[in-house]
Nanobody, 123 residues
């Protein structure tokens, strides 16, 4: 498995932007599909975005399409989530996840997880 460490969370006003980063250990980063999930207080963890091994394919939750962009730099073993036009409902702990499989984006489909980074959007 790969070890994941997220960073970049914080407090931002509605309409603002943040960029989350997830640094992965190991030399096989390019073998992993990478996903971002989030969990708001009192809610279940939910899928946000995913990117395949090469970065050529991405998928997003409908509520973030057009506002969030997932990308990766395999040379730096890092995946990013650029979040623009943030809304209070985007407030959550954001988690990075990795798996070698591709095709479904449920929490149970990802076997490696980071510790999470808090994103708070004020109105």
């Amino acid at each position: 498995q790969v070890q994941l460490v997220e960073s970049g969370g914080g407090l931002v006003q509605a309409g603002g932007s943040l960029r989350l980063s997830c640094a992965a250990s190991g030399r096989t980063f390019s073998s992993y599909a990478m996903g971002w999930f989030r969990q708001a207080p009192g809610k279940e963890r939910e899928f946000v975005a995913v990117i395949n091994w090469s970065g050529g394919s991405t998928y997003y939750q409908d509520s973030v399409k057009g506002r969030f962009t997932i990308s990766r730099d395999n040379a730096k073993n890092t995946v990013y989530l650029q979040m623009n036009s943030l809304k209070p409902e985007d407030t959550a702990v954001y988690y990075c996840a990795a798996d070698t499989r591709w095709g479904t984006w449920e929490v149970a489909d990802f076997r490696s997880w980071g510790q999470g980074t808090q994103v708070t959007v004020s109105s």
